[in-house]
Structure formats: C-alpha cells, structure tokens
C-alpha cells in the first residue's frame, strides 16, 4: 500500500466465536500507512567538528526509528579519511535497529585529515520509507583524530631517587 493511505477494517455485531459468542457491537479499526522518512537524531557519535578522537572509536549514528536492516551497508553508511578514500570496517545495527555502529577494522590514521561518515538517502525505516528522495537528505558529519601522544607529567619515586620506603605512596 503507498505511503498516506487509510487502511480500515470493521467487524460485525454479529461476529460469533467457536462458543457463540456475539461480539455486541460493530467495531472498526483505521489506520494510516506511515511516510515519515527515518532520520538521525542529533548529535551522532562523535559529534560533527569533534577533534582529539580516540583512532578506534566507534561511530555511532541514532535514528529517529528502527531500520531495515537490509537497506543499512558499506554504501549507505560510508565512512571515508581523507575525503574519497573508503575506511574498512564492520557495520552493525545497535539498540533495536535505531542505531547504526560502525567499527574501524584498523585505527583511523591521526592528524588533520578528518574522517568523513554519510549516511546516504538510500537507508530505510521498516516501513520501506528512505531517508530522502536525493542526496540532499544524506547526513554528513566529520571529525579528526587524536595525534597528541601522552605524556609524562610526574613521576613517583623521582629518576634515580634512592631509599625509597616500599610502603611510599605519591
């Protein structure tokens, strides 16, 4: 059935039961056949512009319902660093199909090129309903990566400090 059209049912007064059981009255149900387009509920994970972000994180999508698992792929849900250069990964749908996870296969390469992740127009809810009817419904979102290395910023004992007690705490 397309998307806006009325579906009503009604049952008779008389409907009967195996035991003759009348159900009374007539009873009528209607409803509406849905044409809300999924989309993605605000912020995604990380969040759009994000910087000094884990090289192994996993990104996370939430959408506005449940999809259909079959519409979510590598190219609807395409993850990129630098721009064009396709990362690998797995994709898997989280929290009752509301959430697309995608998790790098190696860690994403630290420093200014940002990673780019689209969610392309072609993802559907379960009722069949795309994102959008062109690519101007695509989600885009972008991030970079950490590439600060950690350092040492006390140290306990001291270098080279001798008769420390074995019961000194810092």
Not at 42 to 71: H, M
């Amino acid at each position: 059935l397309a998307a806006g059209t009325t579906v009503r049912a009604t049952w008779s007064a008389t409907l009967m039961s195996v035991s003759s059981q009348t159900l009374g009255a007539n009873n009528t149900l209607s409803f509406v056949i849905e044409n809300i387009p999924p989309q993605v509920v605000s912020p995604t994970d990380p969040a759009n512009g994000a910087t000094e972000v884990a090289a192994d994180k996993v990104i996370r999508f939430l959408f506005s319902e449940a999809l259909d698992p079959s519409s979510v792929t590598a190219a609807s849900f395409v993850v990129e660093q630098p721009a064009g250069v396709p990362v690998a990964g797995t994709i898997a749908l989280e929290n009752n199909d509301r959430t697309i996870a995608f998790t790098p296969t190696v860690p994403f390469v630290a420093g200014p090129n940002a990673v780019q992740v689209t969610a392309v127009h072609t993802i559907r809810d379960l009722a069949g309903t795309q994102m959008g009817p062109t690519t101007a419904a695509n989600v885009v979102t972008s991030f970079t990566v950490d590439s600060t290395a950690p350092t040492v910023t006390f140290q306990f004992p001291s270098a080279g400090q001798t008769d420390v007690s074995t019961t000194a705490v810092p």
